[in-house]
């Protein structure tokens, strides 16, 4: 009872912390099913062994209580057991996780344990044990309490949808699981689903195969000739991989200090895209050159980087290589980060510069390289490429700006506390004095850090031009995805003032809240298409997402893949971003799939329940199709068994 009664409040209390006020008796029953089925299974053991049984599996799903806890706050989404070949990546970025993610919310869940060791020397002085050893029948206990858990779980399923059984079964959508089945549902579908690639080769590729020829002989690739078609056509291109900046910082200022100035004169003299949204999910900076390069969906179990970095994929480096472009990337961390000493090789290109193999560590900020550094070593390295090839392609992923931003401290001057103005008693005139502000916390140091990523991007521009290499190259900016920052360290940046010293209550009329809503919609991140003779100077703000790259610059470059799941931007009347979790973004709503609400961008526009629909649909039908072709590895097999055509332009 200890046991089944303790594990059902610690996975109502996940769900109560994470998506806040949320209740539904259909997980509690879920969760009650689950822990009497496991339960039973205690009464093989005599009654002197069932604690460590039962304790056990308590530790196991206080583990999976903490473990989620922690991962809903960086993610708004549930951990995944196909994440377990990622998590040597977590000893890189332990500092974040202390700094930013562990809250002391998330040890809550701990009382379990405890409470499970106290009713165990409670018994045990009672001389419990013994006294139901002599009566206690195990294999009847163990019968009753397995027809007890199957007799509430046929209950639950009673309860259940169309929509929730086909959602259990694709896994991608998983706070709506979580919040329909339960946490421990959730986990053991998780298990499962986490286990398909290994058993793909038996299972399920002839469904998805059809899936995926039915999807792409439904929606052929269609080039557009519009305004912007092969202007670029026969330039080099450099594009920079910008580390969690986020759109936001551009429109920032501190003490009369633009936060972004590089950015800021490249927005004002390009192709700006002021509502382009990242579209990753655990894989974070991989998910987002995967993203990039190919415009497809990230993996919704495991991510591509680790998992499935040897399926065949039409990228940009290989659509180019297939224009005589020679293709390189370069990083200022270790090559094995994200496997990307692996995947660039099966992104194809011709050759990867990172860290210790190619740079000399002369000044390290956080994980690496710093990106003065970074980007100063690499102008002579592109400046030898670009004398040797007619055409080249290179991305330059920036590093200091990530998580935890601590580091920045030494290394930036710019100050994100406030300069107020008041006027001396004495003297009459008007002095400055420094009011503390945002010095010392996240989202300051953040800022500091946007700064620093800022100077070294106009630094690198500045060292390019004096080797002549911007006179016929297009520069292409992107943030990968946002800061991952807490919603509370925006209410402290909202709702405080430095000159009163005062930070406005909750309950106060001009308090700011940052909701759900504001919290997604602010994770945009800058795009910018840049030239040196600002030949063209345009805002687009029509919503983008990271998978209309690949459609919208192809045009520009003159090439194209059949595989592209998002759009060339100039030629679509209404445009789509769907993400990872099946929420999706037009320019009227902002859709949460799996709560199955919305807000409207503007309320003169209202939406049908058709649209709605339509939209819900269409997410899901992308998720599936690219879910195909990266588990099963379908661009390779049809393209060998003769199915589709040759992919390139």
């Known amino acids: 009872m200890t046991f089944v009664i303790s594990s059902v409040i610690n996975a109502s209390l996940l769900r109560f912390l994470t998506v806040k006020n949320f209740f539904d008796f259909r997980p509690i029953i879920a969760d009650l099913a689950i822990t009497l089925l496991i339960g039973a299974f205690g009464y093989f053991f005599k009654p002197k ?10 530790i196991l799903f206080t583990a999976i209580c ?19 070949a990622t998590s040597m990546q977590i000893v890189d970025v332990g500092d974040a996780i202390v700094e930013n993610v562990m809250e002391i919310k998330d040890f809550s869940y701990i009382w379990q344990i405890f409470f499970m060791i106290f009713v165990h020397i409670t018994l045990k002085s009672r001389n419990y044990y013994p006294r139901v050893t002599e009566t206690e029948n195990g294999k009847k206990n163990f019968k009753y309490t397995l027809l007890g858990g199957i007799v509430v779980a046929l209950v639950f399923v009673v309860t259940l949808t169309a929509t929730d059984i086909g959602r259990l079964g694709k896994q991608w959508n998983r706070e709506y699981i979580v919040m329909r089945y339960g946490v421990y549902v959730y986990q053991i579908n998780d298990l499962i689903c986490s286990l398909s690639p290994t058993i793909n080769s038996m ?18 690739l269609q080039v557009s000739n519009n305004e912007y078609t092969d202007i670029f056509k026969g330039k080099n291109i450099i594009v920079i991989h910008a580390e969690s900046i986020q759109q936001f910082t551009m429109d920032l200022s501190f003490n009369g200090k633009e ?14 895209f002021s509502n382009f949204y990242p579209q990753e999910s655990v894989g974070t900076s991989s998910d987002s050159e995967f993203i990039f390069s190919t415009s497809l969906m990230p993996a919704s179990s495991g991510t591509v980087a680790i998992n499935y970095f040897d399926r065949e994929y039409v990228t940009i480096p290989k659509l180019l290589s297939e224009q005589d472009y020679y293709t390189f990337s370069m990083h200022g961390n270790n090559g094995t980060f994200w496997n990307r000493n692996m995947l660039h090789d099966s992104f194809g290109y011709d050759n990867f510069y990172y860290y210790t193999k190619d740079y000399v560590i002369d000044e390290t900020i956080g994980l690496g390289l710093s990106d003065k550094s ?15 090839n007619k055409n080249f392609y290179g991305v330059l992923i920036m590093l200091t700006n990530h998580t935890p931003f601590s580091y920045i401290g030494p290394y930036s001057d710019y100050s994100v506390d406030l300069e107020v103005e008041s006027i001396d008693s004495k003297t009459g005139r008007p002095i400055k004095n420094t009011k503390p502000y945002l010095e010392g916390t996240t989202l300051g140091n953040y800022f500091k850090s946007v700064h620093y990523a800022d100077e070294a991007i106009g630094e690198f521009l500045e060292g390019l031009d004096e080797e002549g290499l911007l006179d016929n190259t297009v520069v292409i900016i992107y943030g990968d995805h946002d800061a991952k920052i807490k919603a509370s360290e925006y209410e402290y940046f909202y709702n405080y003032n430095p000159q009163t010293g005062v930070l406005l209550d909750k309950n106060d009329k001009n308090y700011h809240d940052v909701d759900f809503y504001e919290y997604e919609l602010n994770r945009k991140v800058p795009f910018i298409i840049w030239t040196k003779d600002q030949e063209f100077n345009v805002e687009v703000d029509k919503v983008m997402g990271m998978y209309d790259v690949l459609p919208t610059i192809g045009n520009m470059f003159g090439f194209a893949s059949k595989y592209a799941l998002g759009n060339d931007i100039f030629s679509v009347d209404e445009n789509v971003v769907v993400f990872p979790d099946g929420n999706w973004l037009t320019d009227k709503m902002y859709y949460n799939n799996q709560r199955q609400e919305g807000m409207l961008l503007d309320l003169n526009v209202p939406v049908s329940v058709d649209y709605i629909e339509k939209y819900c649909k269409y997410a899901e039908e992308v998720i599936t199709v690219s879910n195909a072709i990266i588990t099963y590895d379908l661009i390779r097999n049809t393209n060998e068994s003769g199915d589709l055509l040759k992919t390139y332009k």
């Open 259 to 272: 936060l972004t100035p590089t950015l800021n004169k490249l927005a004002s003299e390009g192709i700006y």
């Open 49 to 58: 062994h069932q604690f460590k049984y039962f304790f056990t599996i308590s």
């Open 66 to 84: 903490i473990i989620n806890s922690m991962y809903y706050t960086n993610y708004l989404s549930y951990a995944s057991f196909s994440l377990l």
């Open 203 to 220: 299972f399920g590729y002839d469904k998805n195969a059809k899936i995926f020829r039915d999807y792409y002989d439904e929606n052929p």
């Open 374 to 388: 970074f980007f100063s070593q690499s102008i002579p390295k592109i400046k030898t490429v670009s004398e040797s």
